[in-house]
């Protein structure tokens, strides 16, 4: 088979695997938008002298490229197309003979991978085979030799139809077996390769590609914008995160910051550094309300600021205690036993009457204490009466937010105990409160040492007892 018609072959093979890597119409893109465009134009030189004799001067040193192709792309970074392109060299400059400039004619076709790399920046690869044209050298006509060349260029996507970058190309044109005994042709151009997308026309893209252009990255889109805040992302000067009704007036289009967490934006937060906490003040936005007395009573409002108010909201005055005849925290207004200190109980018959437990203004204690067996976390069975009267004292008085349970590093009966001992029961006790029915986030557990006597004194028996952390604001019922 001859040359010229293996260049036909090869030429309508390119071609007809364009048209089976069309889509079908069932497909969401149209097949047109994936047509492309390419203008390579160049200059370079051949490779040894010797070489330069394929287009029939010795010294000629300068050479021109134009190559047309047009490619269709099946898959995202992948082209095949067909094209044709042609070489010409200058004429020999130390002779005055004057001669016809070297010339190449290339037709055929190929494959290119095309991958955007980095936002509208990308690579090109492609590798064609060709059928390579050029004239006898004897005035009868032209030789066809097979050819083939690969390139290698950057691109950079300036529209979304516009893709222009330098590329650099490789040229091989074999010599035929009955020729003269010359090497084969090989020659290189340097040049730009410029593309155009057919037709004109906004690409389909993936949800992932969409929010790079929303993002200007590549691509503008000046009527993005990626995080539904209203301010388009051309202006937006924090396009991944909404504003809303917290926005910064200094940093168009971003969320106000929020120093100390406090949700009250720095911008009308009064006190930036200073969390509001749960009694904010009614007339300084994002600052805490004082409480002198620790009862969850700001003193904004409080009629009895120096005066702790108790675990239940006084109607009448605000912050103030509510008659207590037995002093055990439970008003008389509550208390089934007003005459008696009793313990906190969720059943309104037995509220404040006599029980293993006593409500304090900073602590929950026990009159019977809990206890272990020497030297380990194994809870006595005699203490799980104390341990169920605690979870209904938490139970009842939903005032206190947190509790901690303090374990003393050695209790009666030690003999090593210890700050890990101490742990081990702190957590169990926890644990069996959260089986009780109390929520865990309100307990919170750690070991405590045991002070040394005092010179001529005996030490009080440690305990074990709870320890008050947060008081929220009592509710009027």
Known sequence: MSVTRKAAWLSALSI???LAAMP?????????????????????TMFPPVQRQILGFDRANVMGSLRVSLEFSSFAAIQVGAGTGFFFSGNDPL????????????????LRFMPTIWRALGISVDANANAGLMPSGTGNGSLTRFAFDVGLGVTYEITNFFILGPTARYHHVLQEGTGRPRSDAQFWTAGLDIIFRIPKSEPVRTVDEQRVVDRGSGISNDNADQDNDGV???????????????A????????????????????????????????????????????????????????????????????DAPGCPMPDRDRDLVPDANDACPAVAGSPSTNPDRAGCAGPVRLEQEAIRTTEPIQFEPDSATLNARSERVISALAEAIAAVTAIRRVVVV???????DRDGGETVAEARARDIVRRLTQEGIDAS????????????ERGRRAPAPQIYLSITSVESPRVR
């Open 16 to 18: 007809l695997g364009a």
């Open 24 to 44: 079908t119409q069932a497909e969401a893109q149209p097949f047109a938008r994936r047509f492309r465009f390419h203008l390579d134009v160049g200059a370079g």
């Open 95 to 110: 002779t005055s003979m004057p001669r016809d400039p070297g010339r190449l004619t290339t037709v055929g076709g190929g």
């Open 232 to 246: 388009l992302d051309t202006l937006d000067q924090c396009p991944d995160q909404p504003a809303n009704g917290n």
């Open 248 to 315: 910064d007036r200094r940093r168009l289009g971003c969320p106000a910051f929020d120093s100390d967490r406090d949700t009250v934006p720095d911008n009308v937060d009064q006190c930036p550094q200073v969390p509001q906490g749960s009694s904010p003040h009614p007339t300084r936005s994002g600052c805490p309300d004082g409480d002198n007395d620790r009862d969850g009573v700001g003193n904004s409002r409080d009629q009895c600021v120096e005066e702790f108010q108790g675990f239940y909201a006084n109607r």
């Open 407 to 413: 374990v003393p590093e050695r209790l009666p009966g």
């Open 442 to 453: 309100r307990l919170g557990a750690r070991s405590e040492p045991v002070a040394p006597p």
